[in-house]
């Protein structure tokens, strides 16, 4: 004999599946707590349903690649005045932020003191509204590196909480991370923009540092994301097995079969050159970092145009942070113009990041099993994508946290 529950509906002008390619008019989604338990086209709409009446839905926006602790008005020597504790504050705000304008799940890809960490506890335990959180705890590099941090002379010394050289310190820092509560590793292969002294074109950690990282990762079966601009870089960090490379601002056509040969994924933020360039000064980000973003933006378009072109596996990554959270679906557009097909882009932001994650059973798409992350936007996307800088509806794991539609 089975308990009678009550089911939650939602109905709207069209529902995009992203796994088929394929648009669904006049959707019924039925939600039993929260999973999907049906998806029905053109079905009869039960009086209590959520009406979303004019809206597509569109699975739960997945971006692979924030930093939800950073702020996109402390940048540089501003950072040094705010603590982890601060920053974890911080990463509530910009929680609620970014699960009301569609991102259901997100990666965080680097944070001082774990504070990611304890961000996501207060997520699962509903203390604070927030995305489904996968967070790396310290970002793991080099001495000087790109995630160490460099802005202080020796006499205060000021070291990155990831700080690791030679095979075996970084499994130990892999190992770390985990202890605390990392789901997942984040490495610094190359230098970067944002960081004093480092150089974006130059190769950090060293093959055998993020074999040994990738070794002792995948053995306790979480992945691992590398960032990494220059192309030795990239091609150690694919050769060493990461599961995906931040950024890969310098392809070459030997970078892009290597990612192809070994599947790895690209996650590329292509907007926030924009707001870096135009920003970034009054961010207070440092003069040496806006001239490393005048030689990194134009190429990593270009390669983000190769990438696209060679059938590269792509995800979204916007690495909100640098810029406001809150605006990472800018970067759906800028994917389009430099080379995607608008379903390609919310493929990249949905089913392909569920994928990364390993967790296709249960995110991606809107599918009967699946568990109920659902977005409404006003319009059709795969006819204008910039509808998705306009979410009116969340829905997550089952939940409502956002309805703006009017209806209900
Ligand atoms: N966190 C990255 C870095 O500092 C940001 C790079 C931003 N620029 C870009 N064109 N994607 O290297």
Redesign the pocket.
Same mark, same amino acid.
Do not use: A, K
């Given at each position: 004999f089975q308990q009678a529950t009550a089911l939650t509906h939602i109905a709207a002008d069209r529902l995009i599946d992203v796994e088929r390619g394929e648009v669904i008019d006049s959707p019924v989604v039925a939600i039993d707590g929260n999973r999907i338990v049906s998806v029905q086209a053109g079905g009869e709409v039960p009086d209590d349903a959520i009406r979303l009446t004019g809206s597509t839905l569109i699975p739960g926006l997945m971006d692979m690649h924030v930093h939800l602790t950073g702020d996109a008005h402390t940048h540089g020597y501003r950072r040094l005045a705010i603590s982890n504790v601060r920053s974890a504050l911080t990463g509530a705000r910009n929680a609620r932020i970014s699960l009301e304008s569609g991102f259901t799940t997100m990666r965080n890809l680097g944070a001082a003191g774990y504070a990611d960490i304890a961000l996501r506890d207060a997520i699962n335990a509903g203390d604070i509204p927030g995305p489904r959180i996968f967070v790396s705890g310290p970002a793991i590099g080099i001495t000087g590196g790109?995630c160490d941090n460099n802005l202080l002379p020796a006499e205060y010394a000021a070291v990155g909480g990831g700080v690791a050289d030679g095979p075996w310190a970084v499994r130990a820092k892999v190992r770390e991370n985990l202890k605390y509560g990392a789901d997942l590793i984040k490495l610094c292969a190359t230098g970067? =923009?944002?960081?004093k002294g480092t150089e974006?074109g130059a190769q950090q950690l060293a093959l055998e540092e993020m074999q040994a990282a990738v070794t002792e990762a995948h053995n306790r079966g979480v992945i691992v994301a590398a960032?990494a601009?220059g192309t030795e870089g990239i091609k150690a960090a694919i050769l060493a097995g990461v599961d995906s490379v931040e950024?890969a601002?310098f392809l070459d056509r030997e970078a892009i079969r290597l990612a192809k040969k070994h599947g790895t994924v690209l996650s590329m933020? =292509?907007y =926030?050159?924009e707001y870096?360039l135009s920003e970034g000064e009054k961010a207070g980000i440092l003069p040496e970092?806006l001239e490393k973003?005048r030689r =990194?933006?134009g190429r990593?378009r270009e390669s983000f145009s190769e990438a696209v072109e060679a059938g590269v596996k792509m995800v979204f990554g916007s690495?909100a942070a640098?810029y406001p959270h809150g605006q990472n679906a800018r970067q759906f557009s800028r994917m389009v113009q430099f080379g995607m097909t608008p379903l390609q882009a919310l493929q990249a932001s949905t089913i392909n990041a569920a994928k990364l994650l390993g967790k296709e059973r249960d995110l991606g798409s809107i599918d009967v099993g699946k568990l109920a992350d659902i977005v409404a936007v006003p319009g059709n996307p795969l006819e204008d994508i910039s509808v998705l800088e306009k979410v009116q509806f969340v829905m997550k794991d089952g939940e409502v946290f956002k309805n703006n539609t009017g209806v209900y």
């Open positions: 790109h970067g =923009v944002m960081s974006p960032h601009h950024h601002s933020d =292509v =926030v050159t870096i970092s973003e =990194v933006g990593q690495d640098v």
